[in-house]
């Protein structure tokens, strides 16, 4: 199943680019079985390593090492389980389902209940009257200056960096994934369930194995860096200096595709690590093309290169940018509101 604005917003005509795009959204079996095995089988060989280097009493250095290839390869697995969730890894509906429930579990996410609040964003991305769906907590100028001073400073707290990619995606990833998001319904709570008890079956399994100490040692690291890439990447794709956003009446999906959502241009080994997600304004206009399709769809057709990039350099300041002003159409810093 895949999800596309321009089906919210029927009234909105199709860019002309958009049918080209089409091409692209079709799963290859070979190219997805391949991607899952070479990571899935080099994810647990580094896991064991890193294991071995903790039962073996080498550095703990060592181990984080390693951690950080294992870290990569599990930002790619989350990747297909995205794809998975889009339905555009496998072109069977059980299969994307299947290996959706196997990359959740190993990546700490389940399948139903993440897809639908993921779906959520997909429909709701750049809409200011739609918020809170999946996406990172935005306020505008005007109802920040409205709000009491307790939740001033609990927004300040959320969108401070420390908690934003520090605390906050260890927190989503280990703790708020365990319990259904709003709205959930009876198969998203099954999702949950199954995902829980997985995770609580390999904990058990590894601590009468390896140990508890021994898991938390190799997990947790991986786990937590995994998880920080992740946040930063999603906060980077739809927080940055020129991202539209827009008043429901006024929205329109193929804008908040292409200009509320970035084409973030990373060096090679960090676009393959990440499954070419970076390529961002695609894969909103068109979520059904799989990974490994959209760097070739951005090469096809022009209009998809007129986006302009946002290098990691210029990412870098995207943290300072916290509240959206209505009156200016940007996102503006805390310090700006000392010239009101």
């Avoid at 039962?55 to 951690?67: A, D, I, K, N, S």
């Avoid at 709205?183 to 058990?204: E, H, M, P, Q, R």
């Avoid at 100490?213 to 990447?233: N, S």
């Avoid at 206009?285 to 946002?310: K, S």
């Amino acid at each position: 199943m895949s999800f596309n604005p321009v089906f919210i917003a029927a009234k909105v005509e199709k860019p002309e680019w958009y049918k080209n795009t089409a091409q692209f959204a079709k799963p290859d079996t070979r190219i997805s079985i391949r991607q899952l095995l070479t990571t899935l089988i080099s994810y647990l060989v580094v896991m064991g390593l890193m294991v071995l280097t903790v039962r073996h009493g080498y550095p703990y250095g060592v181990t984080l090492t390693l951690g950080v290839v294992a870290t990569v390869l599990f930002t790619r697995i989350f990747i297909f389980f995205h794809d998975c969730t889009h339905g555009s890894f496998f072109p069977s509906p059980r299969w994307n389902r299947n290996i959706g429930y196997l990359c959740g579990i190993l990546t700490f996410t389940s399948f139903h209940d993440w897809r639908r609040s993921h779906s959520g964003h997909h429909i709701t991305v750049g809409d200011l009257d739609r918020r809170g769906i999946g996406d990172i907590t935005t306020m505008t100028v005007d109802e920040y200056l409205k709000a009491t001073p307790l939740k001033r400073i609990a927004y300040r707290l959320y969108r401070h960096p420390f908690i934003m990619f520090g605390i906050g995606p260890l927190y989503y990833f280990l703790m708020r994934n365990r319990y259904p998001s709003p709205g959930a319904k009876k198969i998203d709570f099954i999702s949950v369930i199954c995902t829980n008890l997985a995770l609580a079956a390999i904990v058990i399994t590894a601590s009468l194995t390896v140990g508890f100490r021994t898991y938390l040692l190799v997990q947790l690291p991986v786990l937590i860096m995994a998880a920080t890439l992740g946040v930063w990447l999603f906060y980077n794709q739809h927080q940055y200096e020129g991202v539209y956003w827009a008043r429901h009446e006024e929205w329109d999906p193929w804008r908040a595709a292409m200009d509320g959502s970035s084409y973030y241009q990373l060096p090679r080994l960090l676009q393959w690590a990440t499954g070419n997600i970076g390529i961002h304004h695609i894969h909103h206009a068109r979520p059904g093309i799989p990974n490994y399709r959209l760097q070739e769809c951005y090469d096809a057709i022009p209009e998809l290169r007129a986006i302009t990039p946002l290098t990691i350099r210029k990412s870098m300041g995207s943290f300072r940018l916290n509240l959206y002003d209505e009156e200016k159409r940007q996102l503006v810093s805390f310090r700006s509101l000392k010239s009101l």
